[in-house]
T-cell receptor, first 113, second 112 residues
Framework: GAGVSQSPRYKVTKRGQDVALRCDPI?????LYWYRQALGQGPEFLTY????????KSGLPNDRFSAERPEGSISTLTIQRTEQRDSAMYRC???????????FGPGTRLTVT | GQNIDQPTEMTATEGAIVQINCTYQ??????LFWYQQHAGEAPTFLSY????GLEEKGRFSSFLSRSKGYSYLLLKELQMKDSASYLC?????????????FGRGTSLIVHP
């Protein structure tokens, strides 16, 4: 079956612009997670959802970052007024239930110029 | 939160055995995962331990000692394709969250 997909795979944007990153989880997976991963580091937790409810957003760096999953399936991570320090690989993962083994998407490489 | 420690890099020879260690400090341990991540790709699940002991899955095994806050991933009969980063992730339920926290990963280089 289809795995986790993310779009776009690459995004280059100018400082100050807003970006929206999309994640399409595995069908039937209750939990959806957003991570940021720097080169040579493990994934850094940002936020996660069970169904459409955002359960934990403690990892979001500041209020420029937000996420939603309105129908309990596809999720969007939005970064407003992007800054160069936001440049990173943003990964989405899903799992059958919270805390279970996670299936990761290919990521979106965001570059802020 | 958790404090997860893994070696940054290891090298090994094709055909050999390598052990990648992970130590952690957590107040509400609730499971440990190992993931493999090839360069430029997404992490993929390898193993899960929640009870003490060894879990074997083909060439890969994972061990857990909860009292010592210690796990290792054992890779046997190393192949070149095993060159990758290996991520240890610990689930801690003390804060009410079941979300695993990832270590920084161990980069394994397998040479002929």
């Amino acid at each position: 079956g289809a795995g986790v997909s993310q779009s776009p795979r690459y995004k280059v944007t100018k400082r100050g612009q807003d970006v929206a990153l999309r994640c399409d989880p595995i069908s039937g997976h209750v939990s959806l997670y957003w991570y940021r991963q720097a080169l040579g580091q493990g994934p850094e937790f940002l936020t996660y959802f069970n169904y459409e409810a955002q359960q934990d957003k403690s990892g979001l760096p500041n209020d420029r970052f937000s996420a939603e999953r309105p129908e309990g399936s596809i999720s969007t991570l939005t970064i407003q007024r992007t800054e160069q320090r936001d440049s990173a690989m943003y990964r989405c993962a899903s799992s059958l239930v919270a805390g279970d083994e996670q299936y990761f998407g290919p990521g979106t490489r965001l570059t802020v110029t | 939160g958790q404090n997860i420690d893994q070696p940054t890099e290891m090298t090994a020879t094709e055909g050999a055995i390598v052990q990648i260690n992970c130590t952690y400090q957590t107040s509400g341990f609730n499971g440990l995962f190992w993931y493999q991540q090839h360069a430029g790709e997404a992490p993929t699940f390898l193993s899960y331990n929640v009870l003490d002991g060894l879990e074997e899955k083909g060439r890969f095994s994972s061990f857990l000692s909860r009292s010592k806050g210690y796990s290792y991933l054992l890779l046997k009969e190393l192949q070149m394709k095993d060159s990758a980063s290996y991520l240890c992730a610990v689930r801690d339920q003390s804060g009410g969250s079941y979300i695993p926290t990832f270590g920084r990963g161990t980069s394994l280089i397998v040479h002929p």
